[in-house]
Structures are given as structure tokens and as C-alpha cells.
């Protein structure tokens, strides 16, 4: 735990007590705070209440008291309305924020110096948050992990000198964090997604800059150039005085990293000098993996690993469940588990990873559809549809892909690999990349992953891959 010290003596307010609310709670108290904890859920209030925290409804207490309120990132900050507790801690005079703000203003106070990474962007983040932890630990550092990608960040040891905090950071997470200043920073991409949180494309893609924007002094800004509203982030960044390295996986650099085949290479000083090799890297396949491995070597280098380090990390690193997750095979049909694949474009990566595809899509369809996938519907031998998208995404692939509508994932993924055993290919994939949410079957992408998995394994001659 971090105890949360710049608190110590006041009262504090914290809506949202979900796995990093309650984990700010604690840290609050720890650090001398007191807390006055609420949420919608009475589920959670009263299990705030048996951790021995004081619980009331913001509604109906005086805000004069409060030093600040720690919003969930998950509650709505400015739009399509601020929450009426933001609205209420405005009118009091009462700042607004979250707990990596918290965990920004420790560092501050107690360990400046101390490495902190952070990681955004639309698609991508988790895994590369993974692989830089992942890389680091290799290297022999002291490696923390957390923020969006599962644990609490005030959940982890605090920041000491030497000990290197690597955090996932949604826009929600940046928008409570006005002093966010890693040391090193990562803007992968930016796509069209959460808009409805953000009003505009244009404002999402401000608050995403905003955590490279936030690197200072020695620090580095490591930027996937690859969209136009990342090309300009890199350029604003460098004229701000920030050491900025770029990465593309689409085109050459005369600086930074690009992919030239299977390796990523290193531009820069009018010479060309290979880094690492991602061929036969199971968990990386892909040219979005690709730029998620470029941008997670480039973070790795800022912090001194060596080049042998870097590719034995590489070639070690498991993957994450749920997000290209090579389940098992079954003869030469592999199974992947792309459930996080929740929208369209997260989908093209899967799509554009594979040939001969076995397609496991649908679920709660997300505006768009899946039109924006023409380019690769040649890859797909046949396609299963299930959930509410079913019927919409049918219409979409009349004429150009086979399809049968088959509900449920159970059946989907029965019939799929029936067909693939049955089509006489090198290597036909069984992919689950629904570009849907799960919420019509599933709670989450999660569950939804999780089922599949289970289903392949119980198929008869499946192996674990």
C-alpha cells in the first residue's frame, strides 16, 4: 500500500468504491485522512462500512469540510454530464481527483526521482503495459504494475529510489490527474472510442496527449506516429523542449524505431542499427503487437536495458489472457482468444494477424458495425455470429463471407472448430474477436474470454498451446 500522506489531517470525500476506491480509502486513511466513503451500490457502502470506514450520502452533508473529492474513474466527469458529486464539489470550491493523482503527488513529495511509466492509448495498452513489466523484471528491476490494467495503484509498494512503477492509464485516469508527469511516457494510438465520455474526438485525443504533454526535464515521450492526432502530439511535445521518441510501424523514420520485416529497428544519426527480432514470438504476432513490442523497447532503453535482455524478454513474455491469447490446438487448427477485440478496430489487428480465419464475432453492437472490415474479409473462411449483432453483422457479410448465425458461443465455437478440422488448411485459425461488447451475454470481455477458453479445451484432441 502507498499511504496517502499529502492528506494527512483532513477530510476527504470518495465516490466509487470499486476495487481503487476502496484501495484510496485505505491508502487515505493510512496516511492520517479522514474519509467519508460513498457509492451508489449499498453493496459497497456496507462493505466500506465493515472495513470500519465512515459511510453517508454525499447528497445530504456540507462540503465546506472536504479538502478534495477521489472520483472513480469509471463515474462521469465532464461529460454527457458531470456527476452531481463533481457538480457538488464544484460549487463547494472542492477539487476533483483520482487516485493516480494521489500516487503522482507521494512521488512528489517522497521520491521524485523514482521511475514512473505510464501508458495510453485506444488499443494496445494493457499489453504493452504487460510486456514493459515484463522486460523490466527480466532486467532485475524493482517492477510495480497497476493502474487500469487490474491492481489499484495505491495497492503497490510506494515509489523509493530504484523501484519502477509501471502503470496502464485510461483517459478517465487522466482526466482526475492534473499533475501526471512520468518519466517516461507512451501515447500509442488514437482511434475514435469513448466518445460519449469525452463529447468529441478532438477533446479525448487532448486528454490522451495530455500524458505525454506531462513528461518533464529528463524524461521521455515515446509516441506511435502512426495516426494523425498522435503525429501532431509528437511534434507539440518536442517543440515543448521534450526528448521525443517516435515509433511507426507503418512508415520509415529518419529517427526512431520502425519494423522492417520481423525486427525492430533503430533509426537515427544517419545510420540504421537493428534492435531485436520479434520472428516466432507467439505473443506478439501482429503489426499491432509489433508496435506495441517497438514501444515497449523503447521504454525498456530509456531505463538502461541491454539489447540481450531485451530480446530474451521479448521472446519470454506470456501475453495476456483475452487479447490474441493462443488457447490450445487441435491438430493444425490453433484456437485465439481475442475477447478484449470489444470494437471494430481492435478486431482489424486479430483479422490482420491470421489467415484462413474460422471468425467468432458479435455481442453488443458498438455504432459503425463492422463495415470498416471489408479490407479483410477475404482472410475469413466462414464467420459465426453470435448476440445481439448477429442479425446486423449477417447483413453485412451477405455475399462476401460465409456466415451461419449461431446465438450463442457455445455453438460457435463447436461449429467452428468442426469446420476447421473438416477444410484441409496448413493452419486454420478459430478466433473469438467478437469487435462487439460482451454485455448482451457476458458481464464482461472477461467472462466472455474465460468461457471460450473453457470450451476449447474440452474439445477432444485439443492441446494447450
Known sequence: MIPVTSFAGKTVAVFGLGGSGLASCHALRAGGAEVIACDDSIDRMVEATRENFITADLRKVSWANFAALILTPGVPFTHPAPHWTVLAAQQAGVEVIGDIELFCRERAQHAPDAPFIAITGTNGKSTTTALIAHLLREAGF??????????????????APGRVHVIEMSSYQIDLTPSLNPSVGILLNVTPDHIDRHG?????????????????????????????????????????????????????????????????????????????????????????????????AAAALALGVSIEVLQNGLRSFPGLAHRMEQVGRQGSTLFVNDSKGTNADATAKALSSFNDIFWIAGGKPKEGGIESLAEFFPRIRKAYLIGEAATGFAATLEGKVPYEISVSLDVAVVNAASDAAQAGLAEPVVLLSPACASFDQFRNFELRGDRFRELVLVQDGVKPA
Request: glycine share 12%; proline share 3%.
Open 142 to 159: 524493482d517492477t510495480q504494475m497497476g493502474g487500469n490494467i487490474g491492481t489499484a495503484i495505491l495497492s503497490l509498494a510506494p515509489p
Open 200 to 296: 468529441t474526438l478532438e477533446h479525448y485525443a487532448a486528454v490522451k496527449e495530455r500524458l505525454v504533454a506531462g513528461v518533464q526535464g529528463q524524461g521521455t515521450a515515446i509516441i506511435g506516429v502512426d495516426d494523425d492526432w498522435c503525429r501532431h502530439a509528437a511534434d507539440r511535445a518536442e517543440q515543448a523542449g521534450t526528448r521525443v521518441v517516435r515509433v511507426s510501424v507503418e512508415h520509415p523514420l529518419a529517427e526512431g524505431l520502425t519494423i522492417d520485416g520481423s525486427l525492430i529497428v533503430q533509426n537515427g544519426a544517419g545510420a540504421q542499427q537493428t534492435r531485436v527480432d520479434l520472428s516466432n514470438i507467439g505473443s506478439l504476432r501482429g503489426l499491432h503487437n509489433a508496435q506495441n513490442a517497438a514501444c515497449a
